[in-house]
């Protein structure tokens, strides 16, 4: 079983739509939660972490955790085509703090 | 600026040759990391170090070998060993901590003819 999972997509939304992205992860005792938006071809870039169960919004973005369900997700709203790309999840492992990634999902916005 | 500094960002290699990747950070940051990623793939871990002279296997190790002599540098060398060394590959660095942001490097992507 993979340790973070993500759908692959793509997951495709019309320009003004909320995107919803969402991945699960198979460690209990993780307590630290990351998504990444990566353009193609480029390094990854942090767009929300999250500690506590419940809601965090920043901006456009969501990000929402349960750690009773082992899910976290992130919801865009008011898509922008410049929000294609893909969107990496990614969680703390363990005491030695080393990043475990899934293996994204690609999102298209239509114009 | 403070950042992660990579090189070369293009390199192809010959088959059964060696080749090092370089990466710097002037972060001050105490842990750094090595991920390969494949064309629609996520990334996996190489290897990563949170101290000096200190590093540790990730989940692909194998074929691969790094030093940590200096906080600021960890180069990572792709050897012979490894099979299938066509990849993009992305240093990163953060404060070792549970909530510790990475932060990458522009990537270096490496062909093999």
């Known amino acids: 079983q993979k340790e973070v999972e993500q759908n692959s997509g793509p997951l495709s939304v019309p320009e003004g739509a909320i995107a919803s992205l969402n991945c699960t992860y198979s460690?209990?005792?993780?307590?630290?939660f990351f998504w990444y938006r990566q353009y193609s071809g480029k390094s990854p870039e942090l767009i929300m972490s999250?500690?506590?169960?419940g809601d965090k919004e920043d901006g456009r973005f969501t990000a929402q955790l349960n750690k009773a369900s082992q899910y976290v997700s992130l919801l865009i709203r008011d898509s922008q085509p410049s929000d294609s790309a893909t969107y990496l999840c990614?969680?703390?492992?363990?005491?030695?703090?080393?990043?475990?990634f899934g293996s994204g999902t690609r999102l298209l916005v239509r114009p | 600026d403070g950042g992660i500094t990579q090189s070369p960002k293009y390199l192809f290699r010959k088959e059964g040759q060696n080749v090092t990747l370089s990466c710097e950070q002037n972060?001050?940051?105490?842990?750094m990391y090595w991920y390969r990623q494949d064309p629609g793939q996520g990334l996996r871990l190489i290897y990563y170090?949170?101290?000096?002279?200190?590093?540790q296997k990730g989940d692909i190790a194998e074929g691969y070998s790094v030093s940590r002599e200096k906080k600021e540098s960890f180069p990572l060398t792709v050897t012979s060993a490894q099979k299938n060394p066509t990849a993009f590959y992305l240093c990163?660095?953060?404060?070792?901590?549970?909530?510790?942001?990475?932060?990458f490097g522009e990537g270096s992507r490496l062909t093999v003819l």
């Open positions: 990163a660095s953060s404060i070792p901590t549970e909530d510790g942001e990475l932060f």
């Open positions: 460690d209990r005792v993780s307590q630290s």
């Open positions: 972060l001050n940051h105490d842990a």
């Open positions: 990614a969680v703390v492992m363990d005491s030695s703090y080393k990043l475990i």
């Open positions: 999250i500690y506590s169960n």
């Open positions: 170090s949170q101290i000096v002279n200190d590093f």
